[in-house]
């Protein structure tokens, strides 16, 4: 397992950007596809995105393709959530998960940050 620590939530209005970071330290962290899940409010989690290790291979849930991008600094172990284009549904607390295969099941990531709130005002 890996250690994940979020930053860079806040509050924004509907159209604006924000962007998510996700330090991961511990053994092995860049050899680990690292995803972001969310989690509104009254609702279950979902997946939003992933990022494989090599950095090249991504996937989107279609609730966010075209507006969010995933990236990740291998050298810093960092992961990236940039959000723009962001509406009042994207309204949720925003979690960093690692885990050895990439998959928009959470139950594919066994490390989780504590995560970080977004909220978007219409």
């Known amino acids: 397992q890996v250690q994940l620590v979020e930053s860079g939530g806040g509050l924004v209005q509907a159209g604006g950007s924000l962007r998510l970071s996700c330090t991961a330290s511990?053994?092995?962290?860049?050899?680990?596809?690292m995803a972001w899940f969310r989690q509104a409010p009254g609702k279950e989690r979902e997946f939003a995105a992933a990022?494989?290790?090599?950095?090249?291979?991504?996937y989107y849930a279609d609730s966010v393709k075209g507006r969010f991008t995933i990236s990740r600094d291998t050298a810093e172990n960092t992961v990236y959530l940039q959000m723009n284009s962001l509406k009042p549904e994207d309204t949720a607390v925003f979690y960093c998960?690692?885990?050895?295969?990439?998959?928009?099941?959470?139950?594919?990531?066994?490390?989780w940050g504590q995560g970080t709130q977004v909220t978007v005002s219409s």
């Open positions: 998960a690692a885990g050895p295969r990439g998959s928009p099941n959470g139950n594919a990531y066994n490390s």
């Open positions: 511990g053994r092995a962290a860049s050899s680990y596809t």
């Open positions: 990022i494989w290790p090599s950095g090249v291979t991504t």
